[in-house]
């Protein structure tokens, strides 16, 4: 004899969504009731930011691996918690920044970002589109130099906001600090950035 | 520097991050696994203790196949079609015994709960038994308990005070102790805190599971 459909379980759920891909609420509901399967797919939308996000925190990228994969673990047994219909992202990248903080604490490092040798010379950019020719390629290592050369705490907003586009809300999340605090330290960390670039071409 | 801004963004997309590593499958695996680190003779016995519920749940076959499991600390978590038959009344989780002995057979420091009854002890794992609810105690990273539970039973992730902790509510729910009992349990919190697994279990409500967890603290904590 088959059992009645229950909502409450994951089977009775696979079998309601089937026929339209599941939304990140449906994905999340069913990794709240401990469907593995549901947050694999999460895991895997995200994955890529989180990794990103936590190496610009602790600066090296096996610590930034086992960080991402601690959090993301971590995240899944903290799901129940979660506010259904929140968003997920800045939550997620909330606690494997976490992670990556903690251990950074033991050593004290920082990421080096570098630009990708051959970004000057893609192939298909023989027209640049007027975004590509924004600043040329000089300065583009003069401007790098320049975030490199900021203070870490400025720094990693810059990043955070501008390499990773995240929004200011998951930048807070992210560096564990009040929106305002974000808002404050870009501000400065572009005067900053502008003193230095004038300073190269005076 | 002509927008400061736009150049940032276009720089973002000209890094050179490290190599994106696939962490899904990793993250997958690690809350399918049940943490296994078992010392030989229990490892026999469990791999005995298994085999039985092999054959137990091998009938019939095509209504109890295991549709997932996972382990908490000492305790393997199974979520089963239809249980096996088990006995409903509670047998003794082992030999009664002094607190004294209680805390000598275990390696970690046992956390002695306010109002209990009676002390029982079975293998490693200590019971304090109440009229309404009993607490486990065992180590944490040796499988020591199994539960098989039925479909209908809800099973929730919490967290005791930031410690990882599971909610298993519902119709009752097989348990397999270390001894080779087996019954049906009612209502169970498990978590699990510096190495050593707690299980509460009784006619509790989740909100009450979680007060009653959050008045035990290790000793020198």
């Not at chain 1, 490092?109 to 010379?121: G, I, V, Y």
């Not at chain 1, 975030?147 to 999340?173: I, K, P």
């Not at chain 2, 006995?87 to 805390?103: C, H, K, N, S, W």
């Not at chain 2, 019971?127 to 105690?137: A, G, I, K, N, S």
């Amino acid at each position: 004899m088959l059992k009645t459909w229950n909502p409450g379980l994951r089977w009775g759920v696979v079998r309601l969504v089937e026929g339209r891909p599941p939304t990140e609420q449906d994905l999340v509901a069913r990794a709240q009731r401990g469907d593995v399967d549901a947050y694999e797919q999460i895991v895997d939308a995200y994955q890529g930011i989180a990794f990103r996000v936590a190496y610009l925190v602790c600066g090296d990228a096996a610590e930034a691996e086992d960080a991402a994969q601690d959090g993301l673990v971590k995240a899944f047994r903290a799901l129940p918690r979660f506010r259904p219909g929140a968003p997920l992202r800045p939550w997620l990248l909330q606690i494997v920044a976490n992670e990556a903080r903690n251990r950074r604490r033991s050593a004290s490092r920082r990421a080096n970002l570098a630009l990708r040798a051959a970004a000057e010379t893609r192939p298909g950019d023989a027209a640049p589109s007027p975004e590509a020719a924004v600043i040329g390629a000089e300065q583009r290592h003069e401007l790098m130099a320049a975030v490199n050369g900021l203070r870490e705490e400025e720094r990693l907003v810059v990043a955070c906001r501008y390499f990773l586009e995240l929004s200011e809300a998951e930048t807070a999340a992210a560096l564990d600090l009040r929106p305002g605090t974000v808002k404050s330290r870009l501000s400065r960390a572009l005067d900053h950035l502008r003193t230095t670039m004038e300073a190269t071409h005076a | 520097m002509p927008d400061l801004e736009l150049a940032l963004r276009q720089l973002g997309g000209d890094l050179d991050w490290p190599p994106q590593p696939s962490l899904a499958p990793r993250v997958r695996a690690r809350l399918r696994a049940p943490r296994r680190r078992l010392g030989r003779p229990l490892g026999l016995a469990l791999a005995l203790l298994g085999a039985a519920l092999a054959v137990a749940l091998a009938v019939p076959p095509a209504r109890s196949a295991i549709l997932d499991f996972f382990g908490i600390g000492g305790v393997e978590i199974r979520r089963v079609e239809t249980l096996p038959p088990l006995p409903a009344e509670r047998v003794a989780p082992g030999f009664r015994v002094p607190l004294g002995d209680a805390r000598k057979a275990v390696d970690f420091d046992l956390v002695v709960p306010e109002g209990y009854r009676s002390v029982y002890l079975e293998d490693a794992v200590v019971t304090f038994v109440w009229p309404d609810r009993l607490l486990m105690e065992l180590r944490g990273d040796e499988l020591l308990l199994k539960k098989v539970v039925e479909q209908d039973s809800t099973i929730q992730w919490l967290d005791v005070d930031g410690y990882a902790a599971v909610w298993i509510e519902g119709p009752p729910h097989g348990l397999y102790l270390p001894g080779g009992e087996a019954r049906l349990a009612g209502n169970v919190l498990i978590w699990v805190r510096d190495g050593v697994t707690f299980r509460l279990e009784g006619d509790l409500t989740r909100e009450r599971a979680l007060e009653l967890a959050g008045t035990l603290t290790p000793r020198g904590a």
